[in-house]
């Protein structure tokens, strides 16, 4: 599963209950990195350790410079930032993290597919 990493331009260290997807992209929001092939468990063990790897100590330099080369006042994951699994998005909160609200139009066919995406090992009825 391709994993994204999008930090707030100007961050405010505050979650936004209010943040759809549609509004993670630029300007407000920069994609600082993208992981290819990362499994992901949806119990938050995974998030949390993306979190952890994320904070300015344990970043890889190379990283830090690609941040650092995209203007942002931050190089540490922080509350407001998103992280987007699949097409599963997932704000820092101050305590773990909220999946934020989709707000994109799909067809049937299109949530066909995210069902069997987010639900691997039910049946596979067709919808």
Same mark, same amino acid.
């Not at 468990?41 to 790897?53: A, I, K, N, V």
């Not at 407001?80 to 934020?100: C, L, R």
């Not at 707000?103 to 069997?116: A, E, G, V």
């Given at each position: ?5 999008? +930090? ?18 630029? $300007? ?22 993306? +979190? ?36 599963? +998005? ?15 139009? +799909? ?12 639900? $691997? ?7």
């Amino acid at each position: 599963m391709e994993v994204q990493i999008w +930090y707030k331009r100007n961050p405010t260290f505050r979650e936004d209950p209010n943040l759809t997807v549609s509004q993670i992209c630029e $300007p407000q929001f920069v994609q600082v990195v993208t992981i290819n092939d990362m499994v992901i468990s949806f119990d938050g063990r995974t998030l949390e350790r993306l +979190y952890q790897d994320f904070q300015g100590e344990f970043i890889p330099i190379d990283c830090i410079n690609r941040i650092k080369n995209k203007n942002l006042n931050h190089t540490s994951m922080s509350i407001g930032d998103v992280i987007v699994a699949g097409e599963f +998005y997932y704000q820092v909160s101050s305590v773990g993290f909220n999946m934020v609200k989709d707000d994109r139009i +799909y067809n049937i066919q299109d949530l066909s597919q995210l069902l069997k995406q987010a639900m $691997p090992n039910s049946d596979n009825h067709d919808i």
